[in-house]
């Protein structure tokens, strides 16, 4: 998250690129990162910079004591610079193949060593045509509102956890404020594609007494490696905006 000096335009700037995929700064709920990053920008970014505008509205319309309650422990920017680094030292290494052992480009002009070359090569192929093709799965952020603020939350999610389909598996969750002491919950969940958002909304909103409505805040391809930490991480729940 290398924002620069937040004060400047050139900060804003990279703040607003920052948050071009992001909801939050760090992870997919409100957390106290951006209470740091926001008392750092001093300002209302201009409407040009309208990730981070959206964002700043976002994180403004809290007052103090709500902003403290946020997640998280209060770090330095310094601190979220540095998570920002690991992150994406950590995603180039995973984008390393285990089976590039040999340099397909070699420039050897030795014809037994091309030949033994070239049958790794068909080797390589026919063993990775051999492999089972991986299950295309979706990673889901789901927003639950319920009807007010007088409904058990607990029990609302309680009653979501319940559903239970052949190809979904349910993550980390999480309340988010919204207005007038209603929250809504924040809940990720992976599906198969044999699995349909429209039945899974279907099922959720069966439950008419404590759900008024349920909308998908956030849909995307999710590798098998990736899997585990979808599900697992708060981040990624907070990320999506509430609407």
Known sequence: MNFGD??????LVLLNNFLADKSYIE???PSQGDVVVFEAVKKVPSADLENAL????????FDDA???????????????KRQDNQEKHESKLSSVNPDDDF?????????EESE???????????????????IAKS????DVKPWDDETNMEELEKNVRSI????LIWGTSCFVPIAYGIRILKIACVIENKVSTDLLEERITEFEDLIQSVDIALFRNTPQNEEKSFLQHLSVVESADVS
């Open 139 to 142: 990673g889901i952020i789901l």
């Open 66 to 80: 709500e902003r403290q309650k946020f997640q998280g422990q209060r770090q330095s920017l310094e601190y979220y």
């Open 6 to 11: 937040l004060q400047s335009d050139d900060g």
């Open 103 to 111: 340099d397909l480009f070699s420039n050897n002009d030795n014809e």
């Open 27 to 29: 992870g997919y709920c």
């Open 164 to 167: 239970e389909l052949d190809g």
């Open 116 to 134: 033994i070359r070239k049958q790794r090569v068909k080797a390589h192929i026919e063993e990775n045509a051999k492999k089972p093709a991986p």
């Open 54 to 61: 959206r964002w700043y509205n976002h994180i403004s319309s």
